[in-house]
């Protein structure tokens, strides 16, 4: 009976050193053979970023093994991309490596001496150049900012940048922020200008969704009947006034 057991569990352990010895070659072939060497990169969900700008960022070479990657560790080199917002990378085998993500979007400009700072509508600066390269998107005006740097989120020096992030997403939700040319900021109020010349004041307040939803209405109005240029004044909450 115990030669029996003893034959039993000495077959068992066999059976697993020749399962571990198994995987262990298996590790082997993969990471030595040439099948696997990485032959293409595929990315998925890009509209601004480029290729060659991810492959540089996550250090990815064409021609190295695709097992001897660290899959973590290349999204998370990735997503420093502040133009990144989720990054999901995943291996085809037998030589391929598949990356997804979604961008973050350039939703306004604010100008910075002689330079712009291109920003999300939540206030994270996304990028600093000399150019404007998006003219579909308005240019803030009126803010000194003491916190500018890139990947971080923009600090008025009066603190009112909670009510300028609020005013960026309500245009955009109201898909109203690409029609926007300008956006003024002054201590109480906000000055627009949208694409058809018409000058907007309404205030700096709580009150922003409401206005929003006025000038929307407002603006339908005016481009049914192509009325170009006047004012839309919406300091009242009583009344809308518009004046040629």
Known sequence: MRKSRYRINKRGKITIYSFILLIILLIYICI????????????????KIVKNDIIKISS?????????????????????????????????????LIIEIKENTEDAIIKVDKRYLYIQEDGLILSEKNDITNKHIPIIKGIELK?????????TNNNNQDLLIKTL????????????KTIDIKKNYINMENTDDIKITMKLDENIQYNVKRLNEILIDLKSNNIKKGN???????????SP
């Open 169 to 180: 997403k309500i245009l955009k939700d109201n898909k109203m922020l690409r029609e926007i």
């Open 60 to 96: 990815i070479k064409i021609g190295n093994n695709l097992f001897q990657y660290n899959i973590n560790e290349i999204e998370k080199n990735i997503l420093k991309n502040p133009y990144i917002n989720y990054v999901k990378v995943s291996r085809k085998i037998p030589n391929k």
């Open 232 to 242: 839309v004044n919406l300091v009242s909450k009583e009344q809308a006034v518009y």
């Open 147 to 155: 916190e500018k740097d890139i990947n971080t989120f923009i600090k």
């Open 32 to 47: 030595s053979s040439s099948i696997f060497d990485l032959s293409e990169v595929i990315l998925k969900g890009n509209d």
